[in-house]
């Protein structure tokens, strides 16, 4: 267990529902990060948050958005579906330690969200 | 951003030492660079880092050259249970205190009886 909490592990709908993945971070990371990894490709940055903040945003698509609440578990929302986002979704976080240590940001991911659209 | 290119796959028998190397040119000053194995279907887990020449754990073991352009991850006497995807991170500020940590397609690592 790495201490990162991704529910639901398994979620399968149609095309142009919405869903909403969870996450959990490790207990006292504030970073969170979810990553999109679609069958036999790399890992996708989708987007960041800082303690409730956004701090950076990758190929995230307009469909999907995100938001980190004070309790510091994050949610992504996917909307209008399609078959090609079935994937499976990784959520990371990370104790940030300031732009001058980013580099020694260690990413503990969770066990994954895996979508299927159908 | 820092861009990483590593071989996409490699094979190699048990109880050998297997070495991946990272090339990553336009690595920043302030960069670490960051290894991490992925299994099917799990989240990538982090093996090891380092910033300049040799760093070594009770897994692996990572050289960096002076010029730190690139990188190689060496894997003593790996086992059946080393075979997995093996990626090379390094990260970037977009700014602003943004960091965008991408991900490139990895190394495929089979190990083979």
């Known amino acids: 267990d790495s201490g990162v909490t991704q529910t639901p592990k398994h979620l399968i709908t149609a095309t142009g529902q919405r869903v909403t993945l969870r996450c959990s971070p490790r207990s006292g990371d504030l970073s969170v990060y979810w990553y999109q990894q679609s069958l036999d490709q790399g890992l996708q940055f989708l987007i960041q948050y800082y303690n409730g903040e956004e701090r950076a945003k990758g190929n995230i698509l307009e469909r999907f958005s995100a938001q980190q609440f004070p309790d510091l578990h994050s949610e992504l929302n996917l909307s209008s579906l399609e078959l090609g986002d079935s994937a499976l979704y990784f959520c990371a976080s990370s104790v940030e330690l300031g732009p001058s240590l980013f580099g020694a940001n260690v990413l503990t991911f969770g066990a994954g969200s895996r979508l299927t659209v159908l | 951003l820092a861009k990483t290119t590593q071989p996409i796959s490699m094979d190699s028998y048990e109880g050998q030492e297997v070495n991946i190397t990272c090339s990553h040119n336009n690595i920043a000053t302030n960069d670490y660079i960051t290894w991490y194995q992925q299994f099917p279907s799990q989240g990538p887990r982090f093996i090891i880092q380092?910033?300049?020449t040799k760093v070594t754990n009770e897994v692996a073991s990572l050289f960096i050259p002076a010029d730190r352009k690139s990188s190689t991850l060496s894997l003593p006497r790996v086992s059946l249970s080393d075979t997995a995807v093996y990626y090379c991170?390094?990260?970037?500020?977009?700014?602003?205190?943004?960091?965008?940590?991408?991900f490139g397609k990895g190394t495929k690592l089979s190990v083979i009886p």
């Open positions: 991170l390094v990260g970037g500020d977009s700014g602003a205190g943004s960091y965008q940590l991408t």
């Open positions: 380092g910033y300049k």
